[in-house]
């Protein structure tokens, strides 16, 4: 059965500092592997899915690697605003399944 | 664009009483969609999905059930509610498995 785990649990930054959030698999026999964000109280809003086959994803600040051979994915956040301030969600699809299993998160908090 | 819609944003109801939560998606046909509850400390948590009218899968035994009466229609009911049916429910939708997953803002469920 596929476990998501995403260290840290939490996570507070001054504005400006470029951080970095982990998260693992168990199983590397993955389809793809997205990353949400989720504001407090509100739905998930998806940043990045990087497909088994890539490395990574860029979006604006945002870059998403993947190494499946170690079960490993990084969000890379650079320069960070009080408005990134959320949950992250990394979430991996597994051949053989029919959704996504997802992490606990990370929440950050960005302070001016 | 696609977008997806779900009522109620909050519910109180109290023990023993029936439920009906209701998705939709605009934009798209046929997608794949998903109900998920999110309970502090557990994460995300797939209760059901749906690849076509009529068609559902469940993950999980419960006191729920899920229809697809239109193609871009969800809904989630009970006959009876339970305490531990509180939580926040999640509506997603996808246009097909390797493809990311949009989420609705959620419906706040407090079972009185």
């Known amino acids: 059965k596929q476990e998501v785990t995403q260290i840290p649990a939490a996570l507070s930054v001054p504005e400006g500092e470029n951080l970095v959030l982990n998260c693992s698999f168990t199983d590397s026999a993955i389809y793809n592997l997205q990353w949400f964000r989720q504001d407090p109280g509100k739905g998930l809003t998806s940043l990045l899915l990087?497909?088994?086959?890539?490395r990574e994803q860029t979006s604006g600040r945002l870059n998403a690697s993947l190494d499946k051979s170690s079960g490993r994915s990084t969000l890379y956040i650079a320069a960070s605003q009080p408005g990134d301030s959320a949950t992250y969600l990394c979430a991996v699809w597994n051949s053989g399944y029919s959704t996504l299993t997802f992490g606990k998160g990370t929440m950050l908090l960005v302070s001016p | 664009s696609q977008t997806i819609h779900q009522w109620p944003a909050t519910l109180v109801q109290p023990v023993g009483s029936p439920l009906s939560l209701e998705c939709t998606v605009e934009g798209t046909s046929n997608p794949n969609l998903y109900w998920y509850r999110q309970a502090a400390g557990r994460g995300l948590q797939l209760l059901f999905y749906?690849?076509?009218?009529?068609?559902i899968s469940s993950e999980v035994p419960q006191n729920l059930s899920a229809s697809r009466p239109q193609d871009r229609q969800f809904i989630l009911s009970s006959k009876k509610l339970l305490l531990s049916d509180s939580g926040f429910y999640l509506c997603a939708w996808s246009g097909g498995y390797n493809q990311p997953q949009h989420f609705g803002d959620g419906t706040r469920l407090s079972i009185l």
């Open positions: 990087i497909q088994s086959s890539q």
């Open positions: 749906s690849v076509g009218i009529g068609q």
